[in-house]
């Protein structure tokens, strides 16, 4: 393979990748707008959501009708946990918030873990075409192609969500100005509920997605570290951020891997983006596009 | 008050409390008639605002409780439900110090007003354009990212936004803050016809006294958290000590000069 198309190819690989990793960020950044927390249980959420999938889709369920009983779980589970686990939280401090976001992890793991073992499992039979999609001189294969569309109509619907809804608006203007959403009789803890409810959503989506490029098991859950990396260099509550972070990250990640392997060969590519996170950290610290609260002079 | 109306809201000496310690208001008791508009005023840290949180239910969002007394809605004891119901009722406050969506756009945060949609999408859309036909400033700049519009059109923003969930009671607080003269006078010239056309009650904190009372045909001091006064505006503005501490006119009405400050602590009496 030439210079050129080893890179057009690293490229798209990990713009595609990005595009899970953008939906599932976007899925992180909405309840870090909305709460204020900072949640550390997103990579859980990611395995419970591919999980859900695989199981149907194990039973003979169709792929795309899994993954919209994993969505119809996730919005169920989303709510659950806000309602039972941080409800009453609301007005602690919120470093205790986010300690029981850790814990929530560890829980969220362990009945994984318990109901579907920690075996490695694949999608069989293969949800997508194995033969690789040949556009121009690129060759993808079809399952980084179909995941990517799938996140980006995802993404694309999120985004309508937010700007043209009633529940969209009214969950981004309590991101603004909590008292003043309540004041007009916007529910916080329906905004708070809602918006667990999509990151659960979002996640169950970039697992299965994943699970289906690298198998499934609870590894995956690494996914939710890397989330990190991406709102970092979005800004902590843009949604547009989320969006170029989670696919920067995809991008840097395969580059990485494609070309920085030979020096230091073993995991730079999984550790590469938090080498990068931390010395973006030293130049811009609100990120691309994050709040610095605007300050009219 | 002669011949008073019925009221939409009654405070029956109401007792706040902050963190159950701090106690805020010691005994309030105000009405507001179904119609009318009736000011609330007082010096920093009197209680104004705690008194309009109490009322929207908002209190509870800051450790604050209504400890005794009641708060009656159009018969209804409110003190007691949470902010969204309240809301729900028809109570909508504006919070001090135009407290846009500051990331939505100015039409974004009407729409925001309209959450509860009252009587379904297409009165939204019509509120909408009543609110456009108060203030057709905010027509203009309707795309614009409310953050960064101007003071006086950010404060247009969240009395439209108000306007949008369909009020029987709005809590205004302290709309004049920090704006250029010409516009607090255009702020308060809408209010006045929204309050006519609209047949919305409203409750006016103000630290601009000569503003309010020329709004409100009645009044109300508050010192300390308690009710120190209340009596017609007309009357009011004759008032020896509403004169020497809110208006800042002598006896004979000029104004005051600094030579005549000692009076401050032997008139102060009546405010501890």
């Known amino acids: 393979m030439s210079q050129t198309n080893l890179f057009f190819m690293t490229l798209t690989t990990g713009l595609m990748v990005g595009g899970i990793y953008a939906l599932v960020a976007l899925g992180w950044v909405i309840i870090y707008k909305c709460s204020g927390v900072l949640n550390l249980a997103m990579g859980e959420l990611t395995i419970i959501g591919a999980y859900v999938t695989l199981t149907f889709y194990q039973m003979g369920v169709p792929f795309v009708l899994a993954v919209v009983i994993s969505l119809i779980i996730g919005l169920v589970l989303g709510i659950l946990t806000e309602r039972v686990f941080l409800d009453r939280l609301i007005g602690e401090p919120i470093l205790t918030v986010i300690m029981v976001t850790v814990g929530l992890s560890f829980f969220f793991r362990g009945l994984v873990e318990f109901i579907w073992g920690t075996n490695t499992r694949v999608f069989q039979p293969p949800v997508f075409p194995l033969k690789p999609v040949k556009i121009g001189f690129l060759v993808i294969g079809s399952v980084y192609l179909w995941s990517f569309v799938t996140a980006i109509v995802l993404l694309l619907i999120l985004v309508a969500f937010f700007q043209y809804t009633r529940w969209g608006l009214a969950m981004q203007a309590t991101a603004d100005d909590e008292m003043a959403a309540i004041s007009l009789g916007v529910s916080a803890r329906f905004v708070y509920a809602a918006a667990w409810a999509i990151a659960f959503m979002a996640a169950g989506v970039g697992g299965s997605l994943l699970g289906n490029i690298n198998g499934l098991n609870i590894s995956v859950s690494y996914l939710g570290l890397l989330v990190l990396p991406a709102v970092v260099l979005g800004g902590l509550n843009s949604i547009p951020g989320a969006i170029v972070g989670g696919l920067a990250i995809g991008i840097l990640q395969n580059f990485a891997g494609a070309y920085l392997d030979q020096y230091f060969p073993g995991g730079v590519k999984q550790i590469f983006p938090f080498v990068f996170m931390v010395v973006f950290l030293l130049f811009k610290p609100y990120g691309l596009w994050g709040w610095e609260r605007i300050e009219r002079v | ?272």
Do not use: C
Request: charged residues 30%.
């Open chain 2, 1 to 272: 008050m002669e011949n008073k109306p019925e009221p939409i809201l009654k405070l029956n000496n109401i007792e706040v409390k902050y963190h159950e310690v701090i106690l805020v208001l010691k005994g309030v008791s105000i009405e507001v008639p179904k119609g009318g508009i009736v000011a609330l005023l007082g010096a920093n840290g009197a209680g104004k605002s705690t008194t309009l949180k109490a009322i929207s239910g908002l209190l509870k969002h800051e450790d604050g409780e209504v400890t005794d007394g009641s708060i009656e809605f159009l018969g209804e004891q409110i003190h007691k439900k949470r902010a969204v119901e309240i809301a729900k009722m028809g109570i909508v406050q504006v919070i001090e110090g135009r407290r846009v969506f500051e990331h939505l756009t100015v039409e974004q945060n009407l729409l925001v007003g309209g959450h509860m949609r009252k009587g379904g999408d297409k009165t939204v859309k019509e509120r909408l354009e009543m609110v456009y036909h108060y203030f057709p400033r905010l027509k203009q700049k309707r795309k614009e990212i409310a953050g960064f519009v101007s003071g006086g059109e950010q404060q247009m923003t969240v009395v439209g936004r108000a306007l949008m969930t369909n009020p029987k009671l709005m809590l205004l607080d302290e709309p004049s803050m920090g704006l250029a003269p010409l516009l607090i006078h255009e702020i308060f010239e809408i209010i006045t016809r929204l309050h006519e056309k609209e047949g919305i009650s409203i409750l006016l904190v103000e630290q601009n006294v000569k503003l309010a009372l020329n709004v409100a045909p009645y009044a109300y001091v508050l010192e300390n958290g308690r009710i120190v006064l209340d009596d017609t505006s007309e009357r009011l503005k004759e008032n020896e000590d509403i004169k020497d501490f809110y208006l800042g006119l002598t006896d004979v009405g000029g104004r005051k000069s600094f030579r005549d400050v000692k009076h401050y602590k032997r008139r102060k009496r009546w405010l501890t």
